[in-house]
């Protein structure tokens, strides 16, 4: 079915109509996104050319990092130009572009979150089974599925937003063409596009939330066997980047949907967002780099190799 909209342009209202906040805003988000564009770059340069990081939880990380990456690219280049133009202007075939690579690249990043998650817990429960369990092979599959997955959700939401028919007010009072934002702007019925985001979320966020808690209370039933304090350091620090970065991600993702599912609250829900849009990719690298001994000796010898 082809939609039948009349409205061939939408307006994104942005985060704030005060003249005075639009120049700081500016920078604060061109800020954020070179680093996050550098961070997650750097992480995806050093784990290529260094062959001790070619392990299934760098591939994972390396994926991670590519997802995070393109989602700045999806929504913030049109956030910065909402700060400098009078009207934020973005064509409704963008806009629902826009929707299709906000719902893939969130819906990959649960799934990949989730194969993390799996392999920590081979990693530490079944280290001699590790290598098998998790081959090049398997890891290929688990992100295969996990891109596969994030195409199929995305295509359900932009599937019945262009069901909708949008004729009458043309104006998103959100930075992105969000979900919820849009359905408040259509004039024909969407109690079943309600239901069918509601259910794909839900089974999204249940089924990857239930295999994160599995894995993670199976870990943390091993980390109370060990017995050696190097032991119980090695599992606590190959697992609390993935976890600091689940909190974050799930936490922000799971408030904003919560917020912007009623009008009242869409204000709320617009700034809540930007922590799971902007700041989780942002942070990603950071988390995973910072207290790694594996990427900062990796980072040693691509710095040596540049000097030379």
Do not use: W
């Not at 133009?85 to 075939?93: G, H, M, Q, R």
């Not at 919820?180 to 702007?185: I, K, S, V």
């Not at 700034?271 to 040693?300: E, G, H, Q, W």
Request: net charge neutral; with cysteine; hydrophobic share 50%.
């Amino acid at each position: 079915m082809e939609n039948d909209s009349l409205v061939t342009e939408i307006i994104l209202v942005g985060f704030t109509e005060q003249p005075e906040l639009q120049l700081p805003l500016f920078f604060l988000f061109l800020i954020n996104f070179v680093v996050t564009v550098m961070g997650n770059l750097s992480l995806i340069n050093l784990i290529c050319l260094n062959s001790h990081l070619h392990t299934p939880m760098y591939f994972f990380i390396f994926n991670l990092s590519f997802i995070d990456l393109c989602h700045s690219f999806v929504l913030t280049p049109k956030i910065l130009m909402s700060f400098v133009s009078e009207k934020n202007i973005i064509s409704f075939a963008g806009c629902i572009t826009q929707l299709f690579f906000f719902c893939f690249f969130v819906h990959s990043e649960c799934y990949v979150l989730t194969a993390m998650a799996y392999d920590r817990y081979v990693a530490i429960c079944k280290p001699l089974l590790y290598t098998v369990t998790m081959s090049p092979k398997v890891c290929s599959l688990l992100m295969f599925g996990s891109y596969v997955m994030g195409f199929a959700g995305a295509m359900a939401h932009t599937g019945d937003m262009v069901r909708l028919s949008f004729c009458d007010s043309n104006i998103v009072n959100h930075y992105m063409c969000d979900i919820f934002p849009l359905l408040q702007l259509s004039c024909s019925s969407t109690y079943v596009n309600e239901l069918v985001d509601s259910i794909i979320v839900g089974t999204v966020v249940i089924v990857s939330s239930f295999i994160i808690f599995i894995s993670y209370a199976l870990i943390l039933s091993n980390i109370l066997h060990i017995s050696s304090a190097e032991g119980l350091s090695k599992a606590f620090s190959t697992c609390g980047s993935h976890i600091i970065t689940v909190a974050l991600f799930y936490a922000s993702g799971l408030f904003t949907h919560l917020k912007t599912s009623s009008v009242g609250s869409m204000g709320q829900g617009k700034f809540f967002s930007v922590f799971y849009t902007n700041v989780v990719p942002m942070l990603n690298p950071f988390i995973y780099s910072l207290r790694n001994k594996d990427v900062k000796l990796a980072l040693t010898k691509t710095l040596r190799r540049i000097a030379n």
